[in-house]
């Protein structure tokens, strides 16, 4: 029954149809999962039924794919071979797998997990791998889809060399390919390709000798590349990274200065170098590009890098860095008073070794201290109880070293405002403000005789110097309120006079 129904289409072709739906009663109209009714609401009237009409004409489908040490759609390699296999539609709800080379099928395997497998090849041959993709409910089941693998033991072994030919300018090399192969195959003229890495076209080429002038200065990777698919290692390819220059130069950078142990960090700018010697200052040397060292001794070290070239005009060129080496600071400090005294301000003595010049004071209660003076520091808790007291000491290569103490504090919650200040006295008495001890929150409103708010302010550290928008106010009486709640959660309410002397 369509009266009145209404159809949608979407750009799938699927049909979305509105009916009336079960008007006489006692029809059975089946629904989904998640519908909004299962059964007629109403029995009085027609209700109405939504219809989702999906033409699954394509099905499932399964397209096998290989990939063999991380490069995709490889189907060549030498024996033992081991490929990775996986299905590249992905809508199956199982897979089958079978590989061609008697072992066993495998599956059928749950997606998403068995939709990819990895499989070795023990065996010389040509393999047929063949993927079932199954899916009961749709209209074909199950999609089969197949790729080859060939599996070699003709196996090329790839290397070459450079020398340079010409004069000491000149940018020209020859390049002399030393690759082998089992002789039942012997390479061809038409066995590989050079690729010079500078822009100019591949040459394809067998053992003989190649000569190649490179445009410019620089480095550049020339690659030899495997063409012949009759061994199974193609396309493996070799690289060589050759630096070309008239003369060769040594540089390096390293930060001056580090503490013990102390692994140096070397950033090697040469120019055109190819091979390296190091001699870190200290008896040890290495031939490495950037090698770690490590230094566990204090001192002052030269550090020499000979960069090496034999295809340059200068062959050899030398460059040196000298580095200090230093011991790490010792942090050290002591406080009082070491046992709880009532609302007592902390004294902190820095005992640092003389080495040490910034430091870092972290009281424990979330306040810190960042100061290169070594004079005595004060600190007031304010509230009770036991706090890890820090010191971070610094020397002049900023290598640090940091101690620690429990610091025992005993504070009694009690406030008071001061009835009378002189602003732009320059002393302790310039500011208003709350004094106490334990003060968690508070909010600290001053007024003028007209009622007009002149300062407000919710930080027990922070004053009010006598002046509104810049200008100091007159010489007057003025009141203040004051609500204040201490660490312990007790709580107490002030109200007051203040009297503003100029």
């Given at each position: 029954h369509v009266d009145g129904g209404t159809s949608r289409f979407d750009q799938n072709g699927v049909i979305y149809q509105g009916v009336c739906a079960n008007c006489s009663g006692g029809a059975s109209f089946p629904t989904t999962i998640g519908a909004w009714a299962t059964t007629k609401p109403s029995s009085a009237n027609c209700n109405l039924g939504m219809v989702k009409i999906s033409m699954n004409l394509s099905g499932v489908g399964g397209s096998v794919l290989s990939s063999i040490n991380g490069v995709p759609r490889d189907s060549a390699g030498c024996v033992p071979l081991?490929?990775?296999?996986?299905?590249?539609?992905?809508?199956?709800?199982?897979?089958?797998?079978?590989?061609?080379?008697?072992?066993?099928?495998?599956?059928?395997?749950?997606?998403?997990?068995?939709?990819?497998?990895?499989?070795?090849?023990?065996?010389?041959?040509?393999?047929?791998?063949?993927?079932?993709?199954?899916?009961?409910?749709?209209?074909?089941?199950?999609?089969?889809?197949?790729?080859?693998?060939?599996?070699?033991?003709?196996?090329?072994?790839?290397?070459?060399?450079?020398?340079?030919?010409?004069?000491?300018?000149?940018?020209?090399?020859?390049?002399?390919?030393?690759?082998?192969?089992?002789?039942?195959?012997?390479?061809?003229?038409?066995?590989?390709?050079?690729?010079?890495?500078?822009?100019?076209?591949?040459?394809?080429?067998?053992?003989?000798?190649?000569?190649?002038?490179?445009?410019?200065?620089?480095?550049?990777?020339?690659?030899?590349?495997?063409?012949?698919?009759?061994?199974?290692?193609?396309?493996?390819?070799?690289?060589?990274?050759?630096?070309?220059?008239?003369?060769?130069?040594?540089?390096?950078?390293?930060?001056?200065?580090?503490?013990?142990?102390?692994?140096?960090?070397?950033?090697?700018?040469?120019?055109?170098?190819?091979?390296?010697?190091?001699?870190?200052?200290?008896?040890?040397?290495?031939?490495?590009f950037e090698p770690s060292h490590v230094y566990n001794s204090a001192g002052t070290y030269t550090i020499r890098l000979i960069a090496i070239n034999p295809n340059t005009c200068n062959v050899r060129d030398t460059a040196f860095a000298t580095i200090t080496v230093l011991d790490n600071p010792v942090a050290d400090f002591n406080f009082t008073p070491t046992t709880p005294v009532e609302n007592t301000t902390h004294i902190f003595n820095n005992l640092s070794s003389p080495d040490?010049?910034?430091?870092?004071?972290?009281?424990?209660?979330?306040?810190?201290?960042?100061?290169?003076?070594?004079?005595?520091?004060?600190?007031?808790?304010?509230?009770?109880?036991?706090?890890?007291?820090?010191?971070?000491?610094?020397?002049?290569?900023?290598?640090?070293?940091?101690?620690?103490?429990?610091?025992?504090?005993?504070?009694?919650?009690?406030?008071?405002?001061?009835?009378?200040?002189?602003?732009?006295?320059?002393?302790?008495?310039?500011?208003?403000?709350?004094?106490g001890f334990g003060i968690s929150k508070m909010r600290f409103i001053i007024w003028n005789r007209w009622g007009q708010k002149v300062f407000e302010t919710g930080n027990r550290l922070e004053g009010w110097d006598g002046r509104v928008k810049g200008q100091v106010q007159p010489m007057d009486v003025y009141a203040y309120t004051l609500d204040v709640e201490f660490f312990d959660g007790t709580k107490t309410t002030k109200k007051g006079d203040i009297t503003l002397i100029r």
């Amino acid at each position: 029954h369509v009266d009145g129904g209404t159809s949608r289409f979407d750009q799938n072709g699927v049909i979305y149809q509105g009916v009336c739906a079960n008007c006489s009663g006692g029809a059975s109209f089946p629904t989904t999962i998640g519908a909004w009714a299962t059964t007629k609401p109403s029995s009085a009237n027609c209700n109405l039924g939504m219809v989702k009409i999906s033409m699954n004409l394509s099905g499932v489908g399964g397209s096998v794919l290989s990939s063999i040490n991380g490069v995709p759609r490889d189907s060549a390699g030498c024996v033992p071979l081991t490929v990775d296999f996986s299905d590249q539609i992905r809508n199956a709800q199982s897979y089958i797998w079978n590989f061609g080379d008697g072992s066993p099928q495998v599956g059928p395997l749950q997606a998403p997990a068995g939709s990819s497998q990895a499989h070795t090849f023990t065996a010389v041959g040509t393999y047929r791998v063949m993927l079932i993709a199954i899916d009961s409910t749709t209209c074909n089941i199950r999609d089969t889809s197949y790729i080859t693998i060939r599996v070699g033991d003709l196996e090329a072994t790839l290397n070459f060399d450079a020398i340079k030919v010409g004069a000491c300018q000149s940018f020209q090399y020859q390049f002399n390919n030393l690759s082998q192969a089992p002789p039942v195959r012997p390479l061809t003229d038409t066995s590989f390709i050079w690729n010079f890495g500078d822009g100019s076209a591949p040459v394809v080429g067998g053992l003989n000798p190649v000569t190649h002038t490179f445009p410019a200065p620089g480095t550049y990777n020339v690659v030899l590349t495997l063409r012949d698919t009759a061994y199974c290692n193609a396309p493996d390819s070799d690289t060589l990274q050759l630096s070309v220059a008239s003369s060769v130069l040594a540089d390096f950078d390293t930060p001056p200065t580090g503490c013990i142990p102390y692994t140096i960090e070397l950033d090697n700018t040469s120019v055109a170098g190819q091979t390296w010697e190091w001699d870190f200052g200290d008896g040890n040397t290495s031939t490495a590009f950037e090698p770690s060292h490590v230094y566990n001794s204090a001192g002052t070290y030269t550090i020499r890098l000979i960069a090496i070239n034999p295809n340059t005009c200068n062959v050899r060129d030398t460059a040196f860095a000298t580095i200090t080496v230093l011991d790490n600071p010792v942090a050290d400090f002591n406080f009082t008073p070491t046992t709880p005294v009532e609302n007592t301000t902390h004294i902190f003595n820095n005992l640092s070794s003389p080495d040490a010049v910034r430091f870092l004071w972290n009281f424990g209660d979330g306040d810190t201290l960042v100061t290169t003076s070594r004079a005595p520091v004060q600190h007031q808790y304010n509230s009770t109880g036991d706090f890890n007291a820090c010191l971070v000491a610094y020397n002049a290569a900023g290598c640090p070293d940091t101690t620690c103490q429990q610091v025992t504090t005993l504070v009694v919650p009690v406030v008071d405002v001061p009835n009378a200040f002189t602003p732009q006295s320059g002393d302790v008495n310039s500011k208003i403000m709350v004094r106490g001890f334990g003060i968690s929150k508070m909010r600290f409103i001053i007024w003028n005789r007209w009622g007009q708010k002149v300062f407000e302010t919710g930080n027990r550290l922070e004053g009010w110097d006598g002046r509104v928008k810049g200008q100091v106010q007159p010489m007057d009486v003025y009141a203040y309120t004051l609500d204040v709640e201490f660490f312990d959660g007790t709580k107490t309410t002030k109200k007051g006079d203040i009297t503003l002397i100029r």
